[in-house]
């Protein structure tokens, strides 16, 4: 039999199943239910998880001290003060360095954000022209920019803008001197920080919320096809009949 | 002009060929490749474009659960009651410490009638009790439930009082005091030997002694840290069980989070059944472990 056919035949069996609803018992249900093996330390970083990205530190140390749970996201002291270095670094002008501390945060930064990593090296090939290494700056702008500014049009132009520095004798009266200004230097680091920050949210937000969602989903989606006790109150967490 | 015989897939069966027709079977086959090359193709190409499908489909669904809204404080609360619960006293204090001091503060309405009273029930005591089952001092754990609660103890075959027992045979195995253990084992492990449901626990505790290295043994898991937390567990949900206000018996058993996370588990993998066993089971362990990009 065609590949084709069978599929239409799975399909004419799911369609058959969707439109009746199947009926769990409450006993039924309870049995599923028991069969569920939630292990207690998975509970405990869940819960160690919530104590710590939502800031209670001291509940987090003492739960630490009475359940025996690590922290699973060390996301304080240590990350704070990395970002700060880069940051700093890129107003110093240290571009180089500011590129290897962010790679060392996490590497996906600059890999999921092509805008940021070609500012940054705008600001690589600025901080060459000012100190007036042209040579090494034009090969900078050729090798590295270049191939930047033909995936697209708008990093062109800022490559344009930047390269048209090296135009002019007196850089501080030109039309493109702002680049050499702190302020670009201040705009760029801003990004980067901006750009950790929202890297390291995704691991600030707790799970715990994620989870309650995904519950509120699940049923919705199961009631489409089953009618079985459901849960309608998060907080007393207790089971409904279901409705026949 | 020698004859052809020509046998063709599909056909089934065993033809001569004369010249003439050839040329036309030869352009006939020449179709047939074709066609199947383009339906492999098609369907080579129909598989990238499902997987990209689902990919868009997961994405689709991660954003439509994350735009759920749910209850105020929803998470706080459970969190709360989760350490009321399982006795975990000091963190409790310092959490409510902390609740009421950020801006604003943290406001749980009391919901229906669930009287803080049945959980924070006999608090210091189990968190006593945790305490001293989970450094292993099955000893004096014994001695403050015949003190505060010997009617849990009395019954020396009771469920709670194998745990324990076990629990100190484990424990003086982990010190290397085996000949103790094998006392210990004769006067109070026999007698659960032939009793339903003790029985494999209690072998796995003797197997114990049979290795030289027994945490690298099959039976390891013994003397993990996970084997003190299961009877800590028990022994706080026996005294959650003897509050006289207590009206659900279950509730001993199972915090709020803990039901909500076996509803979960349980609506994904009744879901997943229904569709035909198609997808990923939901793993809570495995939601903790990887982002926040959970799969149900």
């Known amino acids: 039999m065609s590949p084709f056919w069978i599929v239409i035949r799975q399909l004419a069996e799911i369609e058959a199943m969707a439109l009746s609803k199947k009926v769990i018992t409450r006993e039924e249900?309870?049995?599923?239910?028991?069969?569920v093996k939630i292990r207690k330390e998975d509970m405990n970083k869940l819960v160690m998880n919530f104590l710590v990205t939502e800031g209670y530190v001291d509940a987090a140390e003492k739960f630490r001290m009475e359940?025996?749970?690590?922290?699973?996201?060390?996301?304080?002291?240590?990350?704070?003060?990395?970002?700060?270095?880069?940051?700093?670094?890129?107003?110093?002008?240290?571009?180089?360095?500011?590129?290897?501390?962010?790679?060392?945060?996490?590497?996906?930064?600059?890999d999921t954000n092509p805008q940021l990593?070609?500012?940054?090296?705008?600001?690589?090939?600025?901080?060459?022209?000012?100190?007036?290494?042209?040579?090494e700056a034009l090969e900078f702008a050729q090798e590295e920019l270049a191939p930047r500014g033909e995936e697209n049009q708008s990093f062109l132009e800022e490559l344009e803008r930047t390269v048209a520095l090296l135009a002019f004798e007196d850089v501080s009266n030109c039309p493109v001197g702002d680049l050499l200004d702190i302020s670009q230097r201040l705009k760029t680091a801003s990004e980067v920080n901006a750009a950790i920050l929202t890297s390291q949210s995704h691991e600030k937000d707790p799970k715990l919320p994620s989870l309650l969602k995904m519950l509120v989903w699940a049923q919705n989606q199961l009631d489409e096809k089953a009618a079985y006790p459901r849960i309608n109150n998060l907080s007393t967490a207790t089971l409904e009949d279901p409705a026949v | 002009m020698p004859q052809q015989i020509t046998k063709r897939r599909g056909f089934g069966s065993t033809y001569e060929t004369p010249q003439s027709t050839l040329p036309k079977l030869k352009s006939k086959a020449a179709e047939l490749k074709s066609k199947n090359n383009n339906t492999l193709h098609g369907?080579?190409?129909?598989?990238?474009?499902?997987?990209?499908?689902?990919?868009?489909?997961?994405?689709?669904?991660?954003?439509?659960?994350?735009?759920?809204?749910?209850?105020?404080?929803?998470?706080?609360?459970?969190?709360?009651?989760?350490?009321?619960?399982?006795?975990?006293?000091?963190?409790?204090?310092?959490?409510?410490?902390?609740?009421?001091?950020?801006?604003?503060?943290?406001?749980?309405?009391?919901?229906?009638?669930?009287?803080?009273?049945?959980?924070?029930?006999?608090?210091?005591?189990?968190?006593?009790?945790?305490?001293?089952?989970?450094?292993?001092?099955?000893?004096?754990?014994?001695?403050?439930?015949?003190?505060?609660?010997?009617?849990?103890?009395?019954?020396?075959?009771?469920?709670?009082?194998?745990l324990l027992h076990c629990q100190k045979f484990i424990e003086l195995v982990r010190v290397g005091a085996l000949e103790e253990a094998v006392k210990y084992g004769r006067t109070e492990l026999a007698k659960f030997f032939g009793l339903t449901g003790f029985a494999d626990l209690v072998q796995d505790c003797v197997a114990l002694l049979a290795y030289e290295k027994p945490q690298e043994s099959s039976v390891g898991y013994?003397?993990?840290?996970?084997?003190?937390?299961?009877?800590?567990?028990?022994?706080?949900?026996?005294?959650?069980?003897?509050?006289?206000?207590?009206?659900?018996?279950?509730?001993?058993?199972?915090?709020?989070?803990?039901?909500?996370?076996?509803?979960?588990?349980?609506?994904?993998?009744?879901?997943?059944?229904?569709?035909?066993?198609?997808?990923?089971?939901?793993?809570?362990?495995?939601?903790?472990?990887?982002?926040?990009?959970?799969?149900?």
């Open chain 2, 222 to 296: 013994l003397l993990e840290d996970s084997q003190r937390e299961v009877v800590a567990d028990t022994v706080n949900a026996m005294i959650l069980s003897t509050n006289p206000n207590m009206k659900d018996l279950q509730g001993c058993l199972h915090s709020y989070l803990e039901r909500l996370l076996r509803q979960l588990t349980a609506c994904c993998l009744e879901r997943r059944t229904m569709n035909g066993d198609q997808g990923e089971a939901f793993q809570l362990h495995r939601v903790l472990n990887s982002g926040n990009k959970a799969k149900c």
């Open chain 1, 117 to 135: 990593f070609f500012h940054l090296q705008q600001q690589r090939l600025i901080e060459l022209i000012r100190n007036g290494k042209v040579e």
């Open chain 2, 43 to 162: 369907f080579k190409n129909s598989r990238t474009a499902q997987k990209e499908y689902e990919a868009q489909e997961r994405m689709k669904q991660q954003m439509t659960i994350e735009k759920i809204s749910l209850p105020p404080n929803i998470s706080y609360g459970l969190v709360r009651s989760y350490l009321l619960h399982y006795g975990y006293e000091d963190t409790l204090h310092s959490f409510d410490l902390a609740g009421k001091s950020t801006v604003p503060p943290v406001f749980i309405a009391q919901e229906n009638g669930v009287d803080e009273q049945d959980i924070t029930y006999a608090l210091n005591q189990r968190k006593t009790l945790r305490q001293l089952i989970r450094s292993g001092d099955i000893d004096a754990a014994f001695c403050k439930l015949r003190n505060w609660y010997p009617w849990i103890v009395q019954d020396d075959k009771s469920s709670t009082c194998f």
């Open chain 1, 67 to 110: 359940s025996g749970t690590e922290q699973i996201a060390d996301i304080d002291l240590a990350t704070i003060t990395d970002r700060m270095a880069v940051k700093k670094a890129v107003q110093c002008g240290n571009v180089e360095d500011a590129i290897e501390k962010v790679n060392d945060l996490n590497p996906e930064i600059l």
């Open chain 1, 29 to 35: 249900w309870e049995k599923k239910l028991n069969d």
